[in-house]
Every structure is written in C-alpha cells, then in structure tokens.
C-alpha cells in the first residue's frame, strides 16, 4: 500500500482527534491508520490516549477488543511478543470461541511469526467448524512455515476432503510432500 494515502487518511482523523480527544471513533480510526501505515510508535501513543480519556468508558466491549488488538498488532511489529502476547491472552480469556476474534488473532500471529502460537488459534477454529476448510489449509501452511513438513500433511489431505477443488490446499500439499521428500534425501547422506 501507498504510506502516502496512509499519511492522507490520518489527516482527516487527526483533526477530529485534536479537537475532541473523547471522540473515540475518530481516536479507533487514527490507531488502525497508524498501524496500517507501519507507524506503531504513534499507533500506540494514540491508544494510550484513547484509554485515558473520558470517552474510553463509552466504547462498546467490541470496540474494547479492537483496540487492544490494535495494540498488540503494534507491539508485535516492533518486537515486543511477550507483551502482546499477554493482551491477545486477555482478550481470549473473555472472547473465547469468537470466530472473527479467532481470526484476526491468527492473523496477527501470523503476522508476528508466532507460528506456534497461530496453530493453537487453528486448532480453536477447527474444533469450532470442523467441515470447513480454511483451518486445516492454514494449519498445513503453519506447519511448513516451521520447516516440518510431514506434520502439514494430514492437515492439508483434511482440507482436501472438504474442499477438493482448493488449489492452495492442493499446491500446499504438493509442496509439503516434496519438500518433505527432499529433507529424507539429504537426511540420508
């Protein structure tokens, strides 16, 4: 993405921020452009703000948990895992089986390359919708990411058996066994 049309769409949230620091939608906004924008120092002083102001009491639980997700994405991107590990922790103490709270923990996993921890949230979601592929493809993939192959593919081969037309399940799968194969080789000598 464009840092340009980041700094833009900051603008038109930091004015209504400055002049009302309670008015909490446009402080949610301006935190999720920051960090969007790889800015995360000022993601995260705009999150501080936003939980000490008066207008931290008006937010409803939904937008409570975006924000603290907000602030563990930050963290994450500048290093600081153990941290934003126990917000995302808190968070799932309370919304426990949620799916989009599932998935958007995932993905911040993911993104902090935390795989371990990203294949505790897939093993969530599978037990939640067990007919539906996404979590298997994305416990195949968590697997190869950390290098073990053989353990992706009984996760992608169950992906498959629920959506045989998934090509990512299906180049995945292809992959793991390949490279799976290429570790025995070169194992071997």
């Not at 038109?12 to 452009?33: G, H, K």
């Not at 090509?167 to 793991?176: K, T």
Request: net charge positive; glycine share 8%; aromatic share 8%.
């Amino acid at each position: 993405a464009n840092p340009a049309l980041y700094r833009q769409a900051a603008g038109q949230f930091q004015r209504p921020a400055t002049l009302d620091p309670t008015f909490t939608p446009a402080m949610l906004m301006l935190a999720s452009i920051y960090g969007l924008g790889n800015r995360y120092d000022e993601a995260l002083e705009v999150i501080g703000q936003t939980r000490t102001n008066r207008g931290f009491g008006l937010l409803t639980p939904n937008e409570r948990v975006e924000l603290s997700l907000g602030e563990a994405g930050a963290r994450l991107a500048r290093g600081e895992s153990e941290p934003a590990t126990k917000i995302i922790n808190g968070i799932l103490a309370v919304r426990t089986n949620e799916p989009v709270v599932l998935e958007r923990v995932f993905s911040l996993y993911v993104s902090g390359r935390l795989f371990t921890n990203a294949l505790s949230i897939v093993a969530r979601q599978q037990a939640l919708s067990p007919t539906n592929a996404s979590p298997f493809l994305n416990e195949g993939y968590l697997w190869m990411q950390l290098g073990l192959y053989s353990n992706a593919l009984p996760a992608l081969t169950r992906a498959l058996s629920l959506d045989s037309n998934s090509v990512h399940a299906r180049f995945n799968r292809a992959f793991a066994l390949l490279r799976g194969f290429d570790v025995v080789i070169h194992a071997g000598n």
